[in-house]
T-cell receptor, first 116, second 112 residues
Framework: AQSVAQPEDQVNVAEGNPLTVKCTYS??????LFWYVQYPNRGLQFLLK??????LVKGSYGFEAEFNKSQTSFHLKKPSALVSDSALYFC??????????????FGRGTSLIVHP | DAGVIQSPRHEVTEMGQEVTLRCKPI?????LFWYRQTMMRGLELLIY????????DSGMPEDRFSAKMPNASFSTLKIQPSEPRDSAVYFC??????????FGPGTRLLVL
């Protein structure tokens, strides 16, 4: 079975400060991990993904995420937050194990609020 | 590519009416997904298709909901009859093989 958890419903950060949005996962095999962003009244937009290779993945809009196998985490980060980064962020996981679901499981989302 | 296209973008209807939501996936993608998003339940997978064939509809809430994919470029999600608790944002997404899912802009449904 695969599952993903976003432990924070909301993250508040001041503009210019670094931001982290947390995600932990559980899979039987190896994880395929994704981050999506949803701006108000819009669909989910793909930010970045980890399949294999370097643990630090760089994505759109200056975001990056670090895959940590021992902690089963895939936290989203940005060195300097912008007010325009305020949005809802979703983490998703897909299990690569044979027989596992190829359909990703999405977290409940974390609302990021960046204050001017 | 125009991305995943959904119509209508907004729908307001009265309880008991039939509602049809439409989706055009990205050309070449062989998976199509329908999701529902509400504040209470978050993002829920309703049904998905592979090569136009429904694979898993266990997320469809009731028999009032049905989905079809008559060809690779078109899918519909129908609610008949609609109820106020069906009010939500409905998303369509598509994917090529084991690649990344891409979402449409959503249809915001309000059932009065």
């Amino acid at each position: 079975a695969q599952s993903v958890a976003q432990p924070e419903d909301q993250v508040n950060v001041a503009e210019g400060n670094p931001l982290t949005v947390k995600c932990t996962y559980s899979v039987s095999g190896n994880p395929y991990l994704f981050w999506y962003v949803q701006y108000p009244n819009r669909g989910l937009q793909f930010l970045l993904k980890y399949i294999t290779g370097d643990n630090l993945v760089k994505g759109s809009y200056g975001f990056e995420a670090e895959f940590n196998k021992s902690q089963t985490s895939f936290h989203l980060k940005k060195p300097s937050a912008l007010v325009s980064d305020s949005a809802l962020y979703f983490c998703a996981v897909r299990d690569s194990a044979s027989g596992g679901s190829y359909i990703p499981t999405f977290g409940r989302g974390t609302s990021l609020i960046v204050h001017p | 590519d125009a991305g995943v296209i959904q119509s209508p973008r907004h729908e307001v209807t009265e309880m008991g009416q039939e509602v049809t939501l439409r989706c055009k996936p990205i050309s070449g993608h062989d998976y199509l997904f329908w999701y529902r998003q509400t504040m209470m339940r978050g993002l829920e997978l309703l049904i998905y298709f592979n090569n136009n064939v429904p694979i898993d509809d266990s997320g469809m809430p009731e028999d009032r909901f049905s989905a079809k994919m008559p060809n690779a470029s078109f899918s519909t999600l129908k609610i008949q009859p609609s109820e106020p608790r069906d009010s939500a944002v409905y998303f369509c997404a598509s994917r090529g093989g084991l690649g990344t899912q891409y979402f449409g802009p959503g249809t915001r449904l309000l059932v009065l």
